[in-house]
């Protein structure tokens, strides 16, 4: 069974930065994406990034862009989502989610929950003053 856990949330002051990580395991699939997401208290879940075990490829939601980065092994065992700068509005539960492919080139909406098939069980970041 793939399993997920997520670590390094935490309270951070405006213009912080934090490093969450995602540890993985039980993947049997050939080909891997990780993806994470956020939600705030009140609103949808909503899609931070991903990155792909077929490249080490990763892509950003538009407002995350150029300040988050994600990382991680070949296998993705270990993945990583790097935030600075961080915003009031950055503060909710971070998730890390994974979804298991048979294709490198087969189509996968990222930012879709519903592409994702296990989920970890949240950190909290909280910026704030």
């Known amino acids: 069974q793939v399993q997920l856990v997520e670590s390094g949330g935490g309270l951070v002051q405006p213009g912080g930065s934090l490093r969450l990580s995602c540890a993985a395991s039980?993947?049997?699939?050939?080909?891997?994406?990780i993806g994470w997401f956020r939600q705030a208290p009140g609103m949808e879940r909503e899609a931070v990034g991903c990155i792909s075990s077929t490249d080490g490829s990763t892509h950003y939601a538009d407002s995350m862009k150029g300040r988050f980065t994600i990382s991680g092994d070949n296998a993705l065992n270990t993945v990583y989502l790097q935030m600075n700068s961080l915003r009031p509005e950055d503060t909710g539960a971070y998730y890390c989610?994974?979804?298991?492919?048979?294709?490198?080139?087969?189509?996968?909406?990222?930012?879709?929950?519903?592409?994702?098939?296990?989920w970890g069980q949240g950190t909290q970041v909280t910026v704030s003053s």
């Open positions: 039980g993947f049997t699939s050939d080909y891997r994406v």
């Open positions: 989610a994974a979804a298991g492919l048979s294709d490198p080139h087969s189509s996968f909406y990222w930012n879709w929950i519903g592409e994702y098939d296990y």
